[in-house]
């Protein structure tokens, strides 16, 4: 195989990827309908991430949603923490009703 043959199958090669990625681009802009009919329909979603919080750089705090139900995920170093109850939003307790700092 000489050079020209080999220069030959790599344009060969770029044309055939470029065609196909202005396919791709073409259909997403003027077509989405399309695609949208080439997906799975997944039906509704269960499962909603509501908050993150990066403790360090190698473990998270997770906030998930699951149905109805949050719960809090610590995540990091290959390994994930979970508590066993649902986290509840707390409610605004009264300043008198609070229980002492340090006691």
Same mark, same amino acid.
């Given at each position: 195989?000489?050079?020209?043959?080999?220069?030959?199958?790599?344009?060969?090669?770029?044309?055939?990827?470029?065609?196909?990625?202005?396919?791709?681009?073409?259909?997403?802009?003027?077509?989405?309908?399309? @695609?949208?009919?080439? $997906?799975? &329909?997944?039906? +509704? #979603?269960? %499962?909603?991430?509501? =908050?993150?919080?990066? *403790?360090?750089?190698?473990?998270? @705090?997770?906030?998930? $949603?699951? &149905?109805?139900? +949050? #719960?809090? %995920?610590?995540?990091? =170093?290959?390994?994930? *923490?979970?508590?066993?109850?649902?986290?509840?939003?707390?409610?605004?307790?009264?300043?008198?009703?609070?229980?002492?700092?340090?006691?």
């Amino acid at each position: 195989m000489n050079f020209l043959n080999f220069a030959w199958a790599v344009f060969s090669l770029a044309i055939t990827l470029g065609l196909i990625g202005l396919v791709a681009v073409g259909l997403r802009r003027y077509a989405p309908q399309w @695609l949208e009919k080439l $997906q799975a &329909d997944r039906g +509704e #979603r269960r %499962l909603k991430v509501t =908050e993150t919080l990066v *403790l360090d750089p190698a473990r998270r @705090l997770v906030l998930v $949603q699951i &149905d109805n139900e +949050e #719960r809090l %995920l610590l995540l990091g =170093e290959g390994k994930e *923490l979970t508590g066993p109850q649902a986290v509840r939003p707390l409610r605004a307790m009264p300043l008198g009703d609070r229980p002492e700092r340090g006691a």
